[in-house]
Structures are given as structure tokens and as C-alpha cells.
């Protein structure tokens, strides 16, 4: 997409936990895992063990076991004799990510508003309100992040925790596609809309609630533009070409 990629600086993201021997390992993942998600570190950014190890104060072991965990959830790559990346979703992995969600968000929805409760409400207009302040001052990468959190906290209220595992997956995957395709503030969800979803919930509204969701993702979809830029293909000839007439314009 012609992007800068990140460089790797997470010296600032070394918690007291990761310095003092702590649950190392899990709060090395935690980090990383942030970074990827909250798209500090872009899709294509390379990983280096040796780099990561003297960041976190860890063992490049220690590192590798991180990044196999991530490349489980499909969140970094890793490629024989070429070493880990931060994943790039395919158009299709975008396309498929986004219909799991709709089928699991859609189909929670009827549950999610018989067990919502006014504390559980409240805590989502929390996060609608700090995803309007992130709006507001022009922060994406803030803005993405809790409207990824508001989808998740949302199917918690449900109390399957199955699903809500399920869909906080797919939310990070779709973090991913959003750094990959979309424009500047594709794939944040405006807060009025947020605000509408909640107020269907409070209304006992299930199936208005449901159909609510499957028009939201997909805008959210639409927002984000689903199409691979193939590199342009080199013509030799021509290159040759034109810095042979350069240099007979210099002589």
C-alpha cells in the first residue's frame, strides 16, 4: 500500500513484569500482542528474535515461543529462513474475517439484550464516550482500538464467554485489515452509532438490534478498501533504456 512500516521500539513498552522476571513470557506476549493489534507495528513489519530478546531482556527462546503463540492467532507470520512478520491479511482472509463476524456477532445479539443490565450498559457508554474523545482529537489508531473493545465488551454481556473468546479473535484480525486497506479513520465505528445499538438493547429490541449489527459491519466493511495493489511489473529494457540516455546526455 506504499506505507512506511514501523521500526521495532518497544523500550517503552517494557513493564515493571517484563524487567523484573515476572511472568516474562506472558508479558512479553501482552506487549507484542498490543503493539500488532493497537497497529503500533504495521502489517509487513519484521520481527527479529535478536532485536525483540534485547528490547524485553528476554531470551531470543523466550521470543520465539511469543511469536509461535501469535502466529497461532494469525497475528504474525513466520516464513521459513525469511523470520517473522507481522501478518498482511489477504483480501479474501479480510472478506472472511469480516463475514465470521457478522455471523457471530448477528447471532449473539438476541442474548446479549436478554441479559444486558443497566451497569452492563453504562460500562459500554464508557467506552463509546472515550472512543468520541479519540474521534474527536484525530486519533485512529486510539479510535480502532475501542471500537474493537466496545464489539467485545458488547458480546460479554451475553455471558458466553465461547463467543466473546471467538470474537475478540476476529476483532484483532480485523485490526490487521484495517492497517492493511483502510483510508485514514476507515474502520473506527462513528460513536453515534454505538450510541444507537445501545439504545435497541435498553429497548428490549432483539431483532432490532441484530438487524443493527449486520448493517454496521457491513459499513464498517465498505469503509475499508478490499483491494491487493500487485507491485508493478519492472520493464528492464526501458529502465536500461533511460539510464543510458542519461548518462550519453552527461558525456
Request: hydrophobic share 40%.
Amino acid at each position: 500500500m506504499g506505507k512506511k512500516r514501523s521500526s521495532i521500539d518497544l523500550g517503552a513498552m517494557q513493564g515493571e513484569d517484563v524487567m523484573s522476571g515476572n511472568g516474562r513470557d506472558e508479558a512479553v506476549y501482552r506487549n507484542l500482542y498490543a503493539a500488532i493489534v493497537e497497529n503500533h507495528l504495521e502489517p509487513g513489519t519484521k520481527l527479529p528474535e535478536d532485536t525483540l530478546a534485547e528490547a524485553f531482556g528476554v531470551s531470543r527462546t523466550s521470543i520465539r515461543k511469543v511469536l509461535q503463540r501469535l502466529a497461532h492467532e494469525r497475528l504474525v507470520d513466520i516464513r521459513l529462513n525469511r523470520g517473522a512478520t507481522v501478518a498482511q491479511p489477504t483480501v479474501k482472509e479480510a472478506r472472511d474475517i469480516f463475514a465470521a463476524r457478522r455471523i457471530v456477532e448477528c447471532g449473539v445479539m438476541a442474548l446479549v439484550v436478554a441479559k444486558a443490565t443497566p451497569a452492563g450498559l453504562d460500562a459500554l457508554r464508557d467506552i463509546v464516550r472515550r472512543e468520541h474523545e479519540a474521534e474527536a482529537r484525530g486519533d485512529r489508531r486510539e479510535a480502532i482500538y475501542l471500537s474493537g473493545e466496545f464489539h467485545v465488551a458488547l458480546s460479554r454481556v451475553s455471558e458466553n464467554e465461547a463467543v466473546a473468546e471467538i470474537l475478540a479473535g476476529l476483532v484483532s484480525r480485523s485490526s490487521l485489515v484495517i492497517s492493511t486497506y483502510g483510508a485514514p479513520m476507515a474502520g473506527s465505528c462513528r460513536h453515534s452509532e454505538h450510541d444507537a445499538v445501545l439504545e435497541l438493547i435498553a429497548a428490549g429490541d432483539a431483532e432490532g438490534a441484530r438487524t443493527w449489527m449486520e448493517r454496521h459491519l457491513k459499513d464498517v466493511e465498505r469503509t475499508v478498501v478490499l483491494v491487493e495493489e500487485e507491485p508493478s511489473a519492472l520493464d528492464l529494457r526501458k529502465i536500461l533504456d533511460e539510464v543510458a540516455r542519461r548518462h550519453r546526455g552527461e558525456d
